[in-house]
């Protein structure tokens, strides 16, 4: 199963093969996404008129990629590590069914996996976890079905707030808590932490089922599938 990822350039979309090395965020949970490509005194240097025609044009190109971002997931199984893999021109397995996984951050979350190799896989699951600020709301609902506090937590935006999510960062244990305390973008967990967190995605499935909220309860049992499939010697992939 090869799935196709979409990549905004030069004006249009693009598509790419999903057979590609995959990265953990460099940094940590939340992340700025939303930066004009100018700053606000470099447009203030144009005449009104100009200015506004700019404002415009970067709207117009900024909105499909604003409509398209978010969190993608694909989960694999039965993960076999290819002995001689054959590349592309671009340096991507050639044969179907291949992924190259590597990790950068969370490298614990690696385990069960080698870095840098080529895996075939027997089966994949791809699913759209939600826009970025859709994912942060869901993952925050988790921990507080997993029976966490609040805790203050000031974003990148400098506001303070009250999450349920930043409990589970401080602490780092608990029910889902390697999921919680996880990149929001891109990453990949392997099949030691799955099979933990699969365990607790079971526990909780029948309080998952009478939250109030469909997003929140089709999201957690696409992740139940995810984790589901990669406890069986997978992996779960962000992008």
Known sequence: MNHLIQTFRNGQFTRSRS?????????????????????????????PGVLMLRKLLVAI???PVAAYAGLDVSAY???????????????EPREPNQVKLAPVEFVERFAGLTAGKVYHYESAFEFRAGSYSGYNYWRNELAKLAGNEQT??????????????ATVWNIKRGPFWELIDFSDAEGVIGPVVCKRVYKDFLQYQVAASKHPDEYFRTSYQDWMKAFSM?????????H
Not at 77 to 82: A, G, K
Not at 155 to 160: A, I
């Open 61 to 63: 190109v900024l909105s």
């Open 152 to 165: 203050p937590f000031k974003s990148f935006n400098g506001k303070t707030e009250l999450r349920y999510d």
């Open 19 to 47: 057979n590609i090395p995959v990265k953990a965020a460099p940094s940590g949970r939340w992340a700025l996404r939303d930066k004009a490509p100018r700053s606000a005194p470099y447009l203030q240097r144009w005449a």
């Open 77 to 91: 199984e039965r993960l076999s590590i290819v002995p001689s893999p054959q590349f592309d021109s671009d340096g």
């Open 230 to 238: 990669c406890a069986n010697d997978g992996a779960i992939v962000f």
